[in-house]
C-alpha cells in the first residue's frame, strides 16, 4: 500500500503564491510518474501537472502553463507544485496521484493511488 500525504494549501489573495507538497510512503515506493489534479466545486477533477520520477520529464494543462511549476525529490519521496499568479479560477481542492507507467496524462484511469487532497481558495 502507498499512502499521499498534500499539504501546503490555504486561503490567499490573487496574485499571491503557494506551494504544495505531496510526500510518499508505504511500500518499497516506486512509480513511473506522479501527477497533480485538482477539483473545483461542481466541476470534474481535473489534470494540472506531471512529473517523472526518473528524468523529470514535466507536464502542465495549459491553464497553468507559465504559472505552476512541478518539480520532485527523489530522496523524499516528495513531490512540489509551486503555484504563483494564482487566480480565482484556481480555487480547488488539489490532489497528487501516482502513476505506475506511463501514459496519457489526462487520464486519471492510469493513476493507481490518490491522496486526500489540500484545499486550495483563491479570493478576488
Known amino acids: 500500500q502507498v499512502q499521499l500525504v498534500e499539504s501546503g494549501g490555504g486561503l490567499v489573495q490573487a496574485g499571491d503564491s503557494l506551494r504544495l507538497s505531496c510526500a510518499a510512503s508505504?511500500?518499497?515506493?516506486?512509480?513511473?510518474?506522479m501527477g497533480w489534479f485538482r477539483q473545483a466545486p461542481g466541476k470534474e477533477r481535473e489534470f494540472v501537472a506531471g512529473?517523472?520520477?526518473?528524468?523529470?520529464?514535466?507536464y502542465y494543462a495549459d491553464s497553468v502553463k507559465g504559472r505552476f511549476t512541478i518539480s520532485k525529490d527523489n530522496a523524499k519521496n516528495t513531490v512540489y507544485l509551486q503555484m504563483n499568479s494564482l487566480k480565482p479560477e484556481d480555487t480547488a481542492v488539489y490532489y497528487c496521484a501516482t502513476a505506475p507507467r506511463s501514459g496519457s496524462w489526462y487520464s486519471q484511469g492510469i493513476y493507481d493511488y490518490w491522496g486526500q487532497g489540500t484545499q486550495v481558495t483563491v479570493s478576488s
Open positions: 512529473i517523472t520520477w526518473s528524468v523529470g520529464r514535466v
Open positions: 508505504g511500500r518499497t515506493f516506486r512509480s513511473y510518474a
